[in-house]
């Protein structure tokens, strides 16, 4: 049994604590005293509440502001600590003897569990996941250093926001999910083994989804640049990428991606390695919509052996993606900014510590001061996987389970649709409201309708008032892919994400070409506009909540209706009528 560090002796602390082991995790051994241990200790910015408000001010169609970005210089006049923060930090460090770095709002600690267990009243320990769980790549379970809770002293909780990745487990999953090869899609019988362009009907391709979801800004010029990142060892594949366009996207002959190695990421090539599902699925969608715009891959290491492990503990790897990408994009030049973003990763918010989570999810709000519209996907187990909290049974309860970072109200989340003839919500598309994030503003007119027309119903499950989820929809199904040379249709709110992020990065695009800025965070903007920039999707539902664990909420369901709701959100976009507001004198110069 796993003890929780008892707290006699602290005069005044802000405890920071699990209320239990992670699901899917278990307790090892205690931490010898003399195990090596980075930390990262978040500073208070001391200009964070007028920087929410200058960032809304800039993306809030209407204000004088609207469009004009911070740049890097102006962001960190925000972001800084005060001088008092940084002087009452590094004091109690060196009083206590502890090794430290400073950099912008970040303090490091490279030192021993010993003096981390005494320095933050923790318990370290490792952990290592429960079998039938994911697995290192090198086969080995993962396991990690952690303890279940820390404190910080009073005097210092107004000037330290986090100290990670202390309780920070991280159960990062790729949000989409294969559902055949194309051998097994055409039946053996049929002598077929690959896709064709045209069959529309069956799968999606870059032209099927151009005819599906028509509306788009050419030119021979490439304004501005789309990102994607890639976690958990996975990476785009040059080959297949080939592979695709020859069989799949000839129209897109030529076009290529570059990317970037960050916290050890590793660019694997050799379609022997790990596969890359997530990374090519990614990539060929993107491709599909934005030629000639620059794609870029961020390929973020802190997973497999990058890890420090109980049987390997030399290595203080903190295995964790959001932070390390989050922080390299944000010390680019402007020039070198992707202007949209694309992520097809999430995990369940209960999970996430909430000062790391409110931590992440500042930094996305600095992206989108800077002028880049991150776009997460939503998830792929509607309200829901488990729908339970805690990691036994004596210790668990019912509750939805948004899907971080998603739930951040400073992302805007995609859904999934389905039946691309009448277009349904799809039964996985990942919805509902957030456990830590409020409501933003921007919401107040739209989601209280839908949790009004609920009733009741589902009512000890979710809070209402909270940041709803996703923000919009597109189609979700039957995308094709390569990976590993062979040619796959996968399903997931990853694909739906990575199709959002084409149209957003082409209405870019548009405005570039005529000398306005890019987008930068959407959410007020769509909000905003909902009633005629997307086609409502008012029918379909997403069901989640698997198995007998989910006390009374087996097989609980969000439905598509009117207006806003948890499956698909607003609906579709409608790139025509949204391009006429954001960039109404642009003009595609296409064969002109």
């Known amino acids: 049994m796993f003890v929780f560090p008892l707290l006699a002796g602290v005069v005044s602390a802000r405890v920071f604590d699990l209320p239990s082991i992670p699901d899917g995790w278990e307790h090892v051994v205690p931490a010898s005293p003399d195990e090596p241990i980075k930390l990262r200790l978040a500073l208070r910015q001391q200009g964070e509440s007028a920087l929410e408000a ?23 006049s925000y972001t800084a600590p005060s001088e008092c923060t ?26 021993t569990v010993d003096v981390a267990d005494n320095l933050f009243n923790a318990s370290f320990g490792w952990f290592r996941r429960e079998r039938g769980g994911d697995e290192d790549v090198d086969g080995e379970r993962e396991s990690k250093l952690r303890s279940l809770s820390y404190s910080i002293p009073d005097h210092l909780t107004q000037h330290i926001d986090t100290v990670q990745p202390i309780t920070r487990f991280g159960d990062v999953k790729a949000l989409g999910s294969a559902i055949a090869t194309a ?6 019988s049929s002598n077929s083994t690959t896709f064709v362009r045209g069959n529309c009907d069956s799968y999606e391709t870059p032209g099927c989804l151009k005819q599906l979801l028509p509306g788009s800004f050419e030119s021979e010029t490439a304004y501005g640049r789309i990102g994607f990142a890639s976690f958990l060892s996975q990476s785009a594949r040059y080959g297949d990428l080939e592979e ?46 934005v030629h000639p715009i620059p794609i870029h891959e961020y390929i973020v290491g802190g997973y497999g052996d990058q890890q420090a492990t ?49 931590k992440v999810c500042n930094l996305f709000m600095q992206l989108g001061a800077r002028g880049v519209s991150v776009i997460f996907a939503s998830g792929d187990y509607g ?24 739930t951040c109200p400073w992302v805007t989340a995609v859904g999934a649709t389905a039946n691309r003839d009448d277009m349904i919500g799809a039964s996985f598309s990942s919805g509902g409201f957030s456990l830590y994030f409020d409501r933003p503003g921007y919401q107040d007119d739209a989601v209280p309708a839908y949790v009004a027309g609920l009733g009741g119903e589902y009512a000890p499950y979710f809070n209402g008032s909270k940041r ?37 990065s082409l209405l870019n695009a548009a405005r570039l070409s005529t000398n306005l800025t890019a987008l930068g965070f959407l959410n007020p903007l769509l909000y905003n506009y909902s009633s005629s920039i997307f086609s409502d999707v008012t029918g379909g539902s997403s069901v989640g909540c698997v198995g007998n664990s989910a006390f009374g909420a087996q097989g609980a369901s969000w439905n598509a209706t009117d207006g806003w709701d948890p499956v698909t959100g607003f609906g579709v976009l409608n790139f025509t009528r949204l391009q006429a507001i954001v960039a109404p004198d642009a003009t595609s110069d296409v064969g002109s």
């Open 310 to 358: 109980v049987d390997d503990p030399s290595t203080t790897g903190s295995n964790e993606p959001y932070l390390e990408l989050l922080e390299y994009l944000l010390a680019l030049n402007d020039t070198d900014l992707p202007t949209v973003l694309s992520v097809s990763y999430g995990e369940e918010e209960q999970s996430i510590p909430e000062d790391y989570a409110r």
């Open 244 to 289: 695709f366009i020859s069989e799949l996207a000839p129209h897109s002959v030529g076009l290529n991606f570059s990317f970037t190695e960050i916290n050890g990421g590793v660019h694997l090539e050799d379609h022997d390695t790990t596969p890359s599902m997530e990374a090519n699925l990614d990539v060929a969608v993107i491709m599909g919509w």
């Open 468 to 504: 709803a989820f996703p923000d919009a929809a597109t189609i979700g199904v039957n995308y094709a892919v390569v990976d590993q040379g062979t040619q796959y249709l996968v399903n997931g709110t990853s694909a739906s994400a990575a199709t959002f992020a084409g149209q957003v």
């Open 54 to 76: 200058a960032v809304l001010d800039r993306s809030t169609p209407g204000t004088v502001n609207y469009g004009i970005h911070l740049n890097r210089e102006e962001l960190q």
């Open 86 to 111: 940084e002087t009452s930090v590094t004091q109690w460090l060196r009083e206590k003897n502890v090794p430290h770095s400073i950099e912008a709002d970040w303090v490091t600690i490279r030192t």
């Open 183 to 188: 051998s097994e899609f055409f039946n053996t």
């Open 383 to 406: 309200p829901g996987d488990s729908c339970t909290t805690g990691s036994d049974a004596d210790n668990s309860s019912t509750y939805f389970q948004p899907v971080f970072p998603a």
